[in-house]
C-alpha cells in the first residue's frame, strides 16, 4: 500500500518537500532576525479558507467562525480553549428548578460596533431568527427546543423551553447563536456588526479580511491593535509566507510534511493541539447503492485510515471509528469497527450484487481532503471500485454537497463540538434517517444525570459505526506554526475560531 501512496502522492509532496528545502536554504541565509523579532502590535495570520461571507448564523461554513468568532461576534455564552462554557454577553443565569426556564442578566454598557446599545431585544431577535420556520441557520436544531423568548426588562430575559436541555448553555455558546444588530440583518453577508473586542475594517475578496481593535469594548480589551487574516490555500506558498517572516502565524498549516522543517528554526513554535473536526468520507445514504449497509461496509473495509493519516497529513491526526472525539470523557474505542479488510470488502460488495461500481469523490480544498482522496481512490480501485476525484472550491462544495446533496461521497472535516445530533436529521446532507437513532438523541437531550447521558453517548456511537453511515478516518490535529513571540493563540481548537482577543507579542 505504501507504494500505492507514493505513486498516487508522491510527485506532489516531493515537488512541495524539494521547494521547500530551497526556500528554507534561501531564507536562513539572507533574512535577518529583525523580522522576528520586531515587537508589533498588529498580527498577520494565515488562512487556507476564505469565508463566503460574513454571516455565521447562516452558513455552515467554518471559515467564518474561524474570522468572527469571539474576535467580531460573541453569545450570550462563549467557548474557552479547554472546552469549558463561561459567560460572555450575559453576566449571570439562573435556571428553574424544572429545568425549563433561563433568566438572563446582560452586561451593562455593552453596545455593537455602530454604537447602537445591544439589549435583550437584540439578543431575543437574534434567537427568534435562527429558530424560525425561515431559518437558514446551519444549525437551527440546536435551537428547536426554545418555546419562547420574554424580555423582562431592558438587560433580562427568560428563555422557556419545551423540555429540559442539558446542553442548552453549551448550544448557546456555538457561532450559529451570536448575536447580531438587529438594524443590519440585512446587511449581514457584507457587513458584520457585532459586540466583539475587534470590528471588521476592510476585506480584499481573494486576499484578506482585517480586523481593527474595538476601542469602545465593553470588557478587557483585546492586546493586539489589528489582526489580518490572510487567505493562502497553496501549500508552497503558505511555506513560503512563513519562512519569509510575511505570516506570524498559521495555525492550520496546509503542508504538515513541512512542520517538523519549521519547528526546527529557533523563530518559530509549532503548535500541536487537537480540534473538534471529525475527518470523514461522508456517504450519500439516499444514493444507491449507498442506501446498501453492506456497500457502505465494503467502503469502510477497503480504508486503512492509518494510511491516510500518514500519507497526508504526515502522522498529525488519530483514528477514529465514529463521529466522536477522542478526547471527550464518553468517548469509546471503535477504530476497528469494521476493521481494514479488502477481502472481506469485495466478498461484501459480491454479496450485494454489486460490481463494476463507478463512484466521483468531491474534494474540498483542504489538505487533508485533496491529498486524501487520492489515497482513498487507490485503495477502493484495490477492491475494484473506480473513482473519479472531483475538486471542487469551498462555495461550490456547499451549495452543491451539503445543500443540494448532489454527491457520492465526500471528504470533509466536521469541526463543530459535540455535533454527534447531525445524524438524527434526516434532511443533513448525508441523508441518514434512522428513527433508533434518532430516538437515542431525543433521549440524550433530556437527560441530565452524568451516567444516563454516558449510556447514551456510548450507544449512539455505536449505533453509527455499525450502520457505517460514513467512513470514520481520524480526528484532525489543530497543527501548524507561529512566531515564538506571538503568545495567545490556542493550541486547541474547541470550535471553529481563531480568537484573538488574549493574543499579544511577548517582546
Same mark, same amino acid.
Given at each position: 500500500?505504501?507504494?500505492?501512496?507514493? !505513486?498516487?502522492?508522491?510527485?506532489?509532496?516531493?515537488?512541495?518537500?524539494?521547494? +521547500?528545502?530551497?526556500?528554507?536554504? +534561501?531564507?536562513?541565509?539572507?533574512?535577518?532576525?529583525?523580522?522576528?523579532?520586531?515587537?508589533?502590535?498588529?498580527?498577520?495570520?494565515?488562512?487556507?479558507?476564505?469565508?463566503?461571507?460574513?454571516?455565521?448564523?447562516?452558513?455552515?461554513?467554518?471559515?467564518?467562525?474561524?474570522?468572527?468568532?469571539?474576535?467580531?461576534?460573541?453569545?450570550?455564552?462563549?467557548?474557552?480553549?479547554?472546552?469549558?462554557?463561561? *459567560?460572555?454577553l450575559a453576566a449571570s443565569w439562573d435556571i428553574s428548578d424544572?429545568?425549563?426556564?433561563?433568566?438572563?442578566?446582560?452586561?451593562?454598557?455593552?453596545?455593537?460596533?455602530?454604537?447602537?446599545?445591544?439589549?435583550?431585544?437584540?439578543?431575543?431577535? !437574534?434567537?427568534?431568527?435562527?429558530?424560525?420556520?425561515?431559518?437558514?441557520?446551519?444549525?437551527?436544531?440546536?435551537?428547536?427546543?426554545?418555546?419562547?423568548?420574554?424580555?423582562?426588562?431592558?438587560?433580562?430575559?427568560?428563555?422557556?423551553?419545551h423540555q429540559p436541555d442539558g446542553n442548552f448553555l453549551f448550544?448557546?455558546?456555538?457561532?450559529?447563536?451570536?448575536?447580531?444588530?438587529?438594524?443590519?440583518?440585512?446587511?449581514?453577508?457584507?457587513?458584520?456588526?457585532?459586540?466583539?473586542?475587534?470590528?471588521?475594517?476592510?476585506?480584499?475578496?481573494?486576499?484578506?479580511?482585517?480586523?481593527?481593535?474595538? *476601542?469602545?469594548?465593553?470588557?478587557?480589551?483585546?492586546?493586539?491593535?489589528?489582526?489580518?487574516?490572510?487567505?493562502?490555500?497553496?501549500?508552497?506558498?503558505?511555506?513560503?509566507?512563513?519562512?519569509?517572516?510575511?505570516?506570524?502565524?498559521?495555525?492550520?498549516?496546509?503542508?504538515?510534511?513541512?512542520?517538523?522543517? &519549521?519547528?526546527?528554526?529557533?523563530?518559530?513554535?509549532?503548535?500541536?493541539?487537537?480540534?473538534?473536526?471529525?475527518?470523514?468520507?461522508?456517504?450519500?445514504?439516499?444514493?444507491?447503492?449507498?442506501?446498501?449497509?453492506?456497500?457502505?461496509?465494503?467502503?469502510?473495509?477497503?480504508?486503512?485510515?492509518?494510511?491516510?493519516?500518514?500519507?497526508?497529513?504526515?502522522?498529525?491526526?488519530?483514528?477514529?471509528? !465514529?463521529?466522536?472525539?477522542?478526547?471527550? *470523557?464518553?468517548?469509546?474505542? &471503535?477504530?476497528?469497527?469494521?476493521?481494514?479488510?479488502?477481502?472481506?470488502?469485495?466478498?461484501?460488495?459480491?454479496?450485494?450484487?454489486?460490481?463494476?461500481?463507478?463512484?466521483?469523490?468531491?474534494?474540498?480544498?483542504?489538505?487533508?481532503?485533496?491529498?486524501?482522496?487520492?489515497?482513498?481512490?487507490?485503495?477502493?480501485?484495490?477492491?475494484?471500485?473506480?473513482?473519479?476525484?472531483?475538486?471542487?472550491?469551498? +462555495?461550490?462544495?456547499?451549495?452543491?454537497?451539503?445543500?443540494?446533496?448532489?454527491?457520492?461521497?465526500?471528504?470533509?472535516?466536521?469541526?463543530?463540538?459535540?455535533?454527534?445530533?447531525?445524524?438524527?436529521?434526516?434532511?443533513?446532507?448525508?441523508?441518514?434517517?434512522? *428513527?433508533?437513532?434518532?430516538?437515542?438523541?431525543?433521549?440524550?437531550?433530556?437527560?441530565?444525570?452524568?451516567?444516563?447521558?454516558?449510556?447514551? &453517548?456510548?450507544?449512539?456511537?455505536?449505533?453509527?459505526?455499525?450502520?457505517?453511515?460514513?467512513?470514520?478516518?481520524?480526528?484532525?490535529?489543530?497543527?501548524?506554526?507561529?512566531?515564538?513571540?506571538?503568545?495567545?493563540?490556542?493550541?486547541?481548537?474547541?470550535?471553529?475560531?481563531?480568537?484573538?482577543?488574549?493574543?499579544?507579542?511577548?517582546?
Amino acid at each position: 500500500m505504501a507504494r500505492v501512496i507514493l !505513486s498516487v502522492l508522491g510527485f506532489l509532496q516531493l515537488q512541495s518537500i524539494i521547494m +521547500a528545502i530551497i526556500i528554507v536554504a +534561501a531564507v536562513n541565509a539572507t533574512l535577518p532576525v529583525s523580522v522576528f523579532a520586531d515587537t508589533r502590535t498588529d498580527a498577520i495570520i494565515g488562512l487556507q479558507l476564505e469565508p463566503p461571507h460574513l454571516d455565521p448564523t447562516s452558513a455552515a461554513a467554518g471559515a467564518i467562525d474561524q474570522v468572527l468568532y469571539a474576535n467580531v461576534y460573541e453569545g450570550l455564552t462563549r467557548f474557552t480553549e479547554n472546552g469549558d462554557i463561561i *459567560p460572555q454577553l450575559a453576566a449571570s443565569w439562573d435556571i428553574s428548578d424544572n429545568g425549563l426556564l433561563y433568566h438572563f442578566t446582560l452586561h451593562h454598557g455593552v453596545i455593537f460596533h455602530d454604537g447602537t446599545p445591544l439589549d435583550a431585544a437584540a439578543v431575543k431577535f !437574534s434567537l427568534d431568527r435562527a429558530r424560525s420556520d425561515a431559518s437558514t441557520n446551519a444549525q437551527k436544531a440546536l435551537y428547536a427546543g426554545i418555546a419562547n423568548i420574554t424580555i423582562n426588562a431592558p438587560d433580562q430575559l427568560t428563555i422557556e423551553l419545551h423540555q429540559p436541555d442539558g446542553n442548552f448553555l453549551f448550544k448557546l455558546a456555538w457561532g450559529d447563536a451570536v448575536i447580531i444588530a438587529p438594524h443590519n440583518v440585512d446587511q449581514l453577508r457584507q457587513s458584520a456588526i457585532g459586540t466583539g473586542a475587534f470590528k471588521v475594517k476592510s476585506w480584499i475578496k481573494g486576499d484578506r479580511i482585517i480586523l481593527e481593535k474595538n *476601542p469602545d469594548y465593553w470588557g478587557k480589551p483585546a492586546q493586539l491593535s489589528a489582526v489580518t487574516f490572510r487567505f493562502i490555500s497553496d501549500p508552497v506558498a503558505a511555506l513560503a509566507a512563513v519562512q519569509t517572516g510575511e505570516i506570524d502565524a498559521f495555525p492550520v498549516f496546509p503542508a504538515p510534511e513541512n512542520l517538523a522543517m &519549521l519547528a526546527s528554526d529557533n523563530r518559530l513554535a509549532l503548535i500541536n493541539g487537537s480540534t473538534e473536526g471529525e475527518t470523514i468520507l461522508a456517504i450519500n445514504n439516499a444514493r444507491p447503492p449507498f442506501d446498501q449497509r453492506d456497500v457502505r461496509r465494503a467502503i469502510a473495509m477497503a480504508i486503512n485510515k492509518q494510511d491516510i493519516i500518514d500519507g497526508a497529513m504526515f502522522g498529525y491526526g488519530t483514528a477514529i471509528g !465514529s463521529h466522536f472525539a477522542p478526547h471527550h *470523557p464518553d468517548y469509546i474505542d &471503535l477504530t476497528n469497527t469494521p476493521g481494514y479488510d479488502p477481502d472481506m470488502a469485495r466478498q461484501l460488495l459480491a454479496d450485494a450484487g454489486v460490481s463494476d461500481l463507478h463512484l466521483t469523490i468531491s474534494l474540498p480544498p483542504p489538505v487533508y481532503a485533496r491529498r486524501g482522496g487520492e489515497i482513498i481512490m487507490a485503495q477502493l480501485n484495490q477492491i475494484g471500485i473506480t473513482v473519479t476525484l472531483e475538486p471542487v472550491e469551498w +462555495a461550490q462544495w456547499l451549495e452543491q454537497v451539503f445543500r443540494n446533496r448532489d454527491y457520492d461521497l465526500t471528504i470533509v472535516s466536521h469541526t463543530e463540538p459535540f455535533d454527534i445530533g447531525i445524524y438524527a436529521r434526516a434532511d443533513y446532507y448525508f441523508q441518514y434517517d434512522n *428513527p433508533a437513532f434518532q430516538s437515542i438523541m431525543a433521549e440524550l437531550d433530556q437527560a441530565t444525570d452524568p451516567a444516563k447521558r454516558t449510556v447514551l &453517548l456510548h450507544q449512539a456511537q455505536r449505533h453509527i459505526a455499525d450502520d457505517q453511515v460514513n467512513v470514520f478516518l481520524f480526528q484532525l490535529a489543530n497543527a501548524g506554526i507561529a512566531k515564538a513571540e506571538l503568545s495567545g493563540l490556542w493550541q486547541h481548537a474547541p470550535t471553529q475560531a481563531m480568537d484573538m482577543t488574549g493574543v499579544y507579542w511577548k517582546n
